[in-house]
Structures are given as structure tokens and as C-alpha cells.
């Protein structure tokens, strides 16, 4: 019994995983395709291996600025997120007056709101204060969209961390801000490491805000805002929409596959201590 209830279970699983996985087969065979094949059969084998699906598809997207600017979004999006948030969290999380609590409840409170009903808000405040058009404009707005979780999960690890150690650094001379960056920060490496993960993987792929931010400065498009040109109003060059989405994609498998071991062991330790 407990081998038939593993194979099924196996089975299961790799259906599961087929079902998954099918899209992403989708979008590598059809990126190899013509434009014909594609009409003919979405599902059929290329016939053969047309890589200049990807040669196009690169030139036309202007990839090298479009990957440095998604780039420089994704680093300095995240970077500010995790530097703001994990000093937001300490305090909060170390102070228990009503006044921290008040705060900590407004921080979260963007969590519960959706995204589409102050997107166009959000445009005339950028425009307001000059970030508009800009990716460095749309890497602060960043902060503000993803502190509040990130807090969340700062203020609950660090809820777990004695309080002697802040007391021990003082004792040795340091300050607060320095306690925080010499002592407490080390500690938060599993914590951090979701933190980056999560929202990495959110600017690295998201088009809408990019899409309201950039708006039409092509300089700073991204490279999911590059993809659409592929997407005509009476035409889908459907080849190339593959061959795209691939080569947006890549960059962040190799990151992931790289760092695998690194992003599984921060997530689930940070589960558990949180």
C-alpha cells in the first residue's frame, strides 16, 4: 500500500508539473518557429531551429540599454526597499509605544489597498514632484509600493531577537543607527534574503508601473515595455513576442539558478524564525 500510495502521489506530481511546465514549452518552441508555423500548429515541433527569431527580437528591442535600465530599476528598487524597510522594522519592532503601533498600522495599510485605484494618482505626484519619465523616478516610487510588506516581515523577525544584544552594542559605544548596521542587520541575512527575492522578481518583471511611470521616454524603457512593440493593433508577431519573452526572462533564471540554494535556504529559515 505505501508503495502504490507513492506512485500515485509521484504521479500527481508530475502532472502537475506537465501542466506547469506547458506554457514555458509553448513559448520555446514557438520562439523557434516562423510566423507561418505558428498560425499552422501552436503545438507542433519547429521544423527548424530559426534563431533569428532572438537576433531580431534583440536589435528591435534595443536590448543592451533595455536590460541596463531593467537593471538599474531592479538594484536600486530593491536595494532601497530592503535599506528603508529594515530600518523602519528595527524601530517599530523595538519600540513598544502607541505611537510605534499607530505607525506600523499605516505602513501596512497600503498592503490592503489595490494597486489600480491610486495608479493614477500616483502618476500626477510623480509628475508633481519631477520623476516622472524617469527610472530613477520609477525605483523611488518603488520604495514606496514595497516597504510595507518588506516591514512586516523586518518587524516580525526582529521581534525575535533579544533585545540584549542592542544593550551589549550600547555598553561597547555604539549608537543606535550604528547597533543597527554593525549587529542587528548580520542577523537579518535570512529575512533580507526573501525580502530581495520577492520584490526583485516583482521589478524585474512588472510592466504596469513601469508602463504609467516611463510613460513614452524610450530611453528608459525596460525590457517588458520593449516586448509590446511586438504587439500590433491589427497584427501579432507572435515569433518575436517568444523570442522576447525569453530573452527577458533568461537573465533572472540564471540569477535564480545561480543563487538557488542561497534564495531556498534565506526563505525557509526566515519562515521559520519569523
Not at 102 to 124: D, E, K, Y
Not at 213 to 242: C, H, P, S
Request: net charge positive; glycine share 6%.
Amino acid at each position: 500500500m505505501r508503495h502504490a500510495g507513492r506512485w500515485i502521489t509521484l504521479t500527481i506530481l508530475l502532472i502537475i508539473v506537465a501542466f506547469v511546465l506547458f506554457p514555458f514549452y509553448l513559448v520555446v518552441i514557438n520562439s523557434l518557429k516562423s510566423y507561418q508555423e505558428i498560425v499552422a500548429n501552436v503545438v507542433a515541433l519547429p521544423t527548424g531551429f530559426n534563431f533569428e527569431n532572438f537576433t531580431e527580437a534583440f536589435n528591435r528591442m534595443n536590448y543592451p540599454i533595455a536590460f541596463f535600465n531593467t537593471l538599474v530599476v531592479t538594484v536600486a528598487g530593491t536595494s532601497g526597499i530592503v535599506f528603508l524597510a529594515s530600518l523602519a522594522g528595527y524601530q517599530i519592532a523595538r519600540n513598544n509605544s502607541r505611537v510605534a503601533k499607530v505607525i506600523f498600522f499605516l505602513l501596512i495599510i497600503p498592503m490592503m489597498i489595490p494597486f489600480q485605484s491610486f495608479m493614477i494618482s500616483l502618476v500626477s505626484v510623480s509628475a508633481t514632484f519631477g520623476i516622472y519619465e524617469s527610472k530613477w523616478g520609477l525605483s523611488i516610487i518603488y520604495w514606496a509600493c514595497g516597504v510595507p510588506m518588506a516591514v512586516f516581515l523586518y518587524r516580525g523577525f526582529i521581534k525575535g531577537i533579544p533585545k540584549e544584544l542592542d544593550e551589549a552594542a550600547m555598553i561597547d559605544g555604539c549608537n543606535a543607527f550604528q547597533t543597527f548596521i554593525r549587529v542587528i542587520f548580520p542577523i537579518l541575512k535570512p529575512v533580507t534574503a526573501t525580502v530581495i527575492v520577492i520584490n526583485a522578481m516583482w521589478l524585474w518583471n512588472d510592466f504596469l508601473l513601469p508602463r504609467l511611470i516611463i510613460g513614452f521616454n524610450t530611453n528608459d524603457f525596460t525590457l517588458q515595455l520593449q516586448a509590446v512593440q511586438f504587439r500590433g493593433m491589427y497584427k501579432m508577431e507572435w515569433q518575436l513576442i517568444m523570442a522576447g519573452f525569453l530573452l527577458t526572462l533568461i537573465p533572472a533564471l540564471v540569477i535564480f539558478f545561480v543563487f538557488q540554494k542561497q534564495i531556498v535556504k534565506g526563505m525557509v529559515t526566515g519562515a521559520v524564525k519569523g
